[in-house]
């Protein structure tokens, strides 16, 4: 595992986390744009973790050769 990929990958839970609890605070307070915003959060966590993936799994195919 690259240092890289795990901070992509602690970011994008962090960002996915942070996300849904605004997603429901939003439910909760009937703040359909904080709803959309907790949404936007999660997708931008996904999208972070992925890329964390994508790095370790260079990493790794550079480590076999």
Request: aromatic share 4%; glycine share 12%.
């Amino acid at each position: 595992m690259s240092e890289s990929g795990f901070k992509d990958k602690t970011k994008g839970a962090v960002d996915k986390t942070k996300g849904k609890v605004k997603e429901e605070w939003g439910k909760i307070t009937n703040d359909k744009s904080k709803e959309i915003e907790g949404k936007v959060d999660q997708i931008k966590g996904e999208v972070k973790k992925k890329i964390g993936e994508t790095k370790d799994s260079l990493k790794d195919s550079n480590n076999g050769n």
